[in-house]
Structures are given as structure tokens and as C-alpha cells.
């Protein structure tokens, strides 16, 4: 049986472009290649699980125009159900400006536009489909009181609520009481506990600091330094797969799909960090959010070469 997921979060039309170096603040630079791709962090994450073979519902809203239309294309094509994905007249759809560089750092600057209006309303329009999934993914590209409308509702049906904390923000106790698995990176674990993540102590006790927030698990998302589980007073870090980045955009989102989708289908949690990992590290290597995100089988082999390696010697 597919696993099922369902997705509260946000749509925008990624403008990318490449330059040789970030602009400071005040300074023109002359860039390079330019490309209009579908992005968003909840329409990424919604992408990544359906091409990893989830069945995958995304509630969201984009803008009565070209950009809202070819997103919601792009997402039913990927086979993601846009059922509850609302066209909302009054308002713009998101729009993302990204800057890429040559080391394949990003800097982005989101306009959210009618992600703003996902109300909690809308999130009970589709109980439906949050209620049948067995992991409810959300991020912060959204307002909160809807992000948290989504978790008590999941929460009260033992659904497993995964939160990325993304982009970088408080978040109120009372969402982060309802959360089963916590997944920030390093600027989003800075903001949340205060603390530095500079090495792998320092990493370890933020996350506790984290757990201590009430957090049954939490796993930081290190970039090139792959991974640490916190779980029940242990830490398991995973490392990354060795990759030579072109983009790291939606990095973070494909390793949420990666993860959520392992998750739902049973395995466990150190395994789903690698497939997190995984899926993660291959979105690196291509230019652009949902085109980036990797098929399963591409997964796949990338999981069972670390299986592999990382396989107890036989005696
Ligand atoms: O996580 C990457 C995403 O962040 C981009 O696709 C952009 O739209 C912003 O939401």
C-alpha cells in the first residue's frame, strides 16, 4: 500500500538567478542563467513524497493568475491531489526571488502573496485528507494559527505531525506541543534554542534543548554534515552523501519528503534519516526547487549504496 501524506503549506513561483558571488547590500552585479520553476516549501515537500511514491494531498493557496495556474499544474502532473488547493481572487500568488551562487548557496526572499490567506478554515475544508494520511507535513511559510489548526487536528487522530520550522522563526509552545517529530537546519535550530551548532557537542546539546521543549524527537539538518537524530536520550547522526552542489535549494524540503515517506511506510526512524539524506543530497546537484527533487528510484540506489557501506562485517 502507498503510503499517505498530507501537506498544509505554501505554493510560490521561484525566480532564479545564478550569479558569481552574492551582491552586497547597495551593489548591482552582473548575473547569469535565469529560470522561472515551481517552488514553495510546502509544494516542494508535497512533490518530493509524490515522487518517491506517496500518495500526497496539498492544502494551500495561490492567486487567481498565470504563475498560481502552472503551479497547480506542475503539482498534478507530479501527482500531487490539488483538491484543496484554493484559488483565492483577491490576492497574488507567492513568489520567490533566489539568488544562486557558484558554491551553490542561496539567498532567497519570499513575497508569500496568498500563502498568507491559508486560513484554519481551509484546513478544515480538508479534514478529509489530513485525516486519512499518515504523516501531516507543515512548515512556517504559512500563517501560524493555520499551521496549528492542522496539527490539533492531526494530533487528535494520532496522525504523526512532522513541523519544519522554515523559514527561520519563533515558534509558539502551543504548536510545538502538539508536534511528534521536530526538523530544523542550523540557522532554524540558532533561532529556536539561542545556541551555536558549530560542531557536533554544540549540535547535540541544542537538540536537547530542543527535546526538553516538550519534542518527542528532533533531527537537525546539517547540510554537508549530514544529520543528527535526538531521540528518546539518544543521538544518532547520520552522515551526507558525499554530492557537488549546483543548488541547494529545496534540499531541506526533498530531505522532509524523503524522510516522511520512509516514516509512513514503517521504517525506521534512523533509516528514514537516510532516505532524508538522500533525497536531500540529490536535490543539490540539479539548478531549481521541484525540478531537482529526486525519483525514488535515484533514492533507492543511493540508500542501498550506503546499506552497503555501512553494513556489520560478517564473522
Ligand atoms: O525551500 C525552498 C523554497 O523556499 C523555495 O522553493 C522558495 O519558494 C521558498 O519557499
Same mark, same amino acid.
Given at each position: 500500500?502507498?503510503?499517505?501524506?498530507a501537506?498544509?503549506? =505554501?505554493?510560490?513561483?521561484?525566480?532564479?538567478?545564478?550569479?558569481?558571488?552574492?551582491?552586497i547590500?547597495g551593489?548591482?552585479?552582473?548575473g547569469? $542563467?535565469?529560470?522561472?520553476?515551481?517552488?514553495?516549501?510546502g509544494?516542494?515537500?508535497?512533490?518530493? *513524497?509524490?515522487?518517491l511514491?506517496?500518495?500526497? =494531498?496539498?492544502?494551500?493557496?495561490?492567486?487567481?493568475?498565470s504563475?498560481g495556474?502552472?503551479?497547480?499544474?506542475g503539482?498534478d502532473? =507530479?501527482?500531487?491531489?490539488?483538491?484543496?488547493?484554493r484559488?483565492?481572487? /483577491?490576492? %497574488?500568488?507567492?513568489?520567490a526571488?533566489?539568488?544562486?551562487?557558484d558554491?551553490?548557496?542561496?539567498?532567497?526572499?519570499? %513575497?508569500?502573496?496568498?500563502n498568507?490567506?491559508? *486560513?484554519?478554515a481551509?484546513?478544515?475544508?480538508?479534514?478529509?485528507a489530513?485525516? /486519512?494520511?499518515?504523516?501531516?507535513?507543515?512548515?512556517? &511559510?504559512?500563517?501560524?494559527?493555520?499551521?496549528k489548526r492542522? /496539527? +490539533?487536528?492531526?494530533?487528535?487522530?494520532?496522525?504523526?505531525?512532522?513541523?519544519?520550522?522554515?523559514p %527561520?522563526?519563533?515558534?509558539?509552545?502551543?504548536?510545538?506541543?502538539?508536534?511528534?517529530?521536530?526538523?530544523?537546519? $542550523? *540557522?532554524?535550530?540558532?533561532?529556536?534554542?539561542g545556541?551555536?551548532?558549530?560542531?557536533?557537542r554544540?549540535?547535540?546539546?541544542?537538540?536537547?534543548?530542543?527535546l526538553?521543549?516538550?519534542?518527542?524527537?528532533?533531527?537537525?539538518?546539517?547540510?554537508?554534515r549530514?544529520?543528527?537524530?535526538?531521540?528518546?536520550?539518544?543521538?544518532?547522526?547520520v552522515?551526507a552523501?558525499?554530492? *557537488?552542489?549546483?543548488?541547494?535549494?529545496?534540499?531541506?524540503?526533498?530531505?522532509?519528503?524523503?524522510? %516522511?515517506?520512509?516514516?509512513? &511506510?514503517?521504517?525506521?526512524?534512523? &533509516?528514514?534519516?537516510?532516505w532524508g539524506n538522500?533525497a536531500g543530497?540529490l536535490?543539490?546537484?540539479?539548478?531549481?526547487?521541484?525540478? =531537482?527533487?529526486?525519483?525514488? +528510484?535515484?533514492? +533507492?540506489?543511493?540508500?542501498?549504496?550506503?546499506? $552497503?557501506e555501512h553494513?556489520?562485517?560478517?564473522?
Amino acid at each position: 500500500m502507498k503510503p499517505v501524506l498530507a501537506v498544509v503549506g =505554501s505554493m510560490n513561483m521561484d525566480l532564479v538567478a545564478r550569479a558569481p558571488r552574492m551582491p552586497i547590500p547597495g551593489e548591482t552585479i552582473i548575473g547569469g $542563467e535565469f529560470r522561472v520553476v515551481p517552488g514553495g516549501k510546502g509544494a516542494n515537500q508535497a512533490v518530493a *513524497s509524490a515522487r518517491l511514491g506517496a500518495r500526497v =494531498s496539498l492544502i494551500g493557496r495561490v492567486g487567481d493568475d498565470s504563475f498560481g495556474r502552472t503551479l497547480i499544474d506542475g503539482l498534478d502532473s =507530479s501527482g500531487v491531489d490539488v483538491t484543496h488547493v484554493r484559488i483565492d481572487a /483577491a490576492t %497574488a500568488t507567492g513568489v520567490a526571488l533566489i539568488v544562486v551562487d557558484d558554491t551553490g548557496q542561496n539567498s532567497i526572499v519570499v %513575497a508569500p502573496g496568498a500563502n498568507m490567506c491559508l *486560513s484554519p478554515a481551509d484546513v478544515d475544508a480538508a479534514q478529509q485528507a489530513i485525516l /486519512a494520511a499518515d504523516v501531516l507535513l507543515l512548515q512556517l &511559510e504559512s500563517p501560524v494559527h493555520t499551521v496549528k489548526r492542522a /496539527a +490539533e487536528l492531526a494530533k487528535a487522530h494520532g496522525i504523526t505531525v512532522v513541523l519544519n520550522p522554515a523559514p %527561520a522563526q519563533p515558534v509558539p509552545d502551543a504548536l510545538l506541543a502538539l508536534v511528534d517529530i521536530l526538523v530544523p537546519n $542550523e *540557522s532554524e535550530t540558532v533561532m529556536l534554542t539561542g545556541l551555536p551548532v558549530g560542531d557536533e557537542r554544540a549540535c547535540a546539546v541544542a537538540a536537547n534543548v530542543l527535546l526538553e521543549m516538550g519534542v518527542a524527537t528532533v533531527i537537525l539538518t546539517l547540510g554537508d554534515r549530514g544529520a543528527l537524530l535526538a531521540h528518546q536520550g539518544s543521538f544518532n547522526r547520520v552522515p551526507a552523501f558525499p554530492v *557537488s552542489p549546483v543548488d541547494t535549494t529545496a534540499a531541506g524540503d526533498a530531505f522532509l519528503g524523503g524522510f %516522511a515517506v520512509a516514516l509512513a &511506510e514503517g521504517r525506521p526512524l534512523p &533509516e528514514a534519516v537516510v532516505w532524508g539524506n538522500a533525497a536531500g543530497g540529490l536535490a543539490t546537484t540539479k539548478l531549481g526547487a521541484q525540478p =531537482s527533487l529526486p525519483t525514488r +528510484e535515484a533514492v +533507492e540506489a543511493v540508500v542501498s549504496k550506503y546499506e $552497503e557501506e555501512h553494513r556489520a562485517p560478517c564473522i
